[in-house]
């Protein structure tokens, strides 16, 4: 039936499942049927919270439980693999969180699984979706400033929510993979081409993990165009997210971070209330995030999907977009660990 909904089974349950249940509250023609969690504890609360009838910890337990259509894949970096296998194997649609896999050989096997089973398969880059960078790439593709000749990208706080982020062995690296994947899909959409070599530099400068805590990285792209890529968590007072395009005939500046944003509260007191992702402080001068999850391109990403699955269509970002952004992040660590420029083959 093409007016059914889309059935979907969201698998993890932290901040960033958070998010995207907030779009399924509001998304016709998806329902949300099962959520998968590996403690029991939290899969059940978070049901609670986002009104899903079904909770499951273990694979086996989300399949005999209600029928689904598509997966939207919310776990951790090193769980990826696993679970777009699993679903690729059972036939069922994949939405999947950046980054794709810890490395390109990770990504390329679930670019096949998912290709081999023919399902629909999406590339959970949010940022190609959000409103004020479709207006910027809208920007740049009419030829208003010119042929691009130099993108510098920047996002930054303080680190990130859950614990399996600071170990390397399972998110994969730190700032980079984390938040500079981000920036490499954008730049890469801006221009219209993948970089050919990469020059970074990746130190952890200030907290007690094994991945590094900031990194820059610059890529060189055919015809010469430069791409800069600034990631870190050593900033303080909460988000920032700046672009920067130079062009022949003029530029394009980007910010937003917790300053820029237009409700501004001051709290002397404590406050439980959530204003904004990643903010440090709960008083003093607090700067709300209207709608993120549409701010941040969730809700476009995912009505996308979705439409995707009803029509047949093939969604704009694929996982083979995010095996590239994990062939250059492969190749900026290389960088890193030599301390020169790195190519990237094709």
């Known amino acids: 039936m093409p007016n059914a909904p889309v059935r979907v089974a969201m698998l993890g349950t932290g901040f960033i499942a958070e998010f995207r249940a907030q779009v399924y509250a509001r998304l016709q023609g998806a329902k949300v049927v099962s959520v998968l969690g590996r403690d029991r504890t939290k899969a059940d609360a978070f049901a609670g919270r986002a ?27 090193n769980r990826h693999l696993e679970y777009v296998l699993l679903a690729a194997e059972a036939g069922k649609h994949v939405l999947c969180e950046k980054p794709l896999g810890l490395t390109e050989d990770e990504a390329k096997s679930m670019l096949a699984a998912v290709e081999k089973a023919g399902v629909i398969h999406a590339y959970g880059e949010n940022m190609i979706y959000a409103p004020d960078f479709r207006e910027i790439l809208d920007i740049v593709a009419q030829g208003t400033i010119g042929r691009p000749l130099w993108i510098r ?4 706080h303080f680190g990130p929510h859950s614990p399996w982020f600071w170990k390397k062995a399972e ?19 801006l221009l219209g081409e993948t970089p ?3 020059l970074c530099h990746a ?4 907290h007690g993990t094994d991945c590094e805590d900031v990194v820059v990285a ?16 050593i900033q303080r007072g909460g988000m920032q997210v700046t672009l920067e395009i130079s062009g022949e005939d003029g530029m394009v500046t980007y910010d937003r971070s917790g300053l820029t944003q237009p409700i501004k509260v001051f709290a002397r007191n404590q406050t439980q209330r959530y204003f904004s992702e990643k903010v440090e402080s709960d008083r003093g001068w607090l700067f709300p995030t209207v709608d993120e999850y549409w701010r941040y391109g969730y809700y476009d990403q995912i009505r996308h999907f979705v439409e995707c699955i009803q029509t047949g269509a093939t969604p704009k970002v694929t996982f ?16 890193a660990r030599t301390g020169g420029w790195q190519p990237i083959a094709a």
């Open 320 to 335: 083979a977009d995010g095996v590239v952004v994990n062939r250059i992040m492969d190749a900026a660590y290389a960088s």
């Open 218 to 233: 610059l890529m060189r792209y055919p015809g010469g165009a430069l791409g800069q890529c600034e990631a870190s968590w």
């Open 196 to 198: 050919e070599a990469v």
């Open 51 to 77: 009104r899903i009838a079904h909770a499951a910890t273990s694979w086996d337990a989300l399949i005999e439980g209600p029928s689904f259509d598509a997966v939207d894949v919310c776990l951790p970096n």
């Open 203 to 206: 130190p952890t400068l200030y």
């Open 153 to 156: 990208g920047r996002e930054a």
């Open 171 to 189: 998110s994969g690296g730190g700032a980079l993979i984390d938040m500079g994947c981000h920036l490499i899909a954008v730049i890469n959409a």
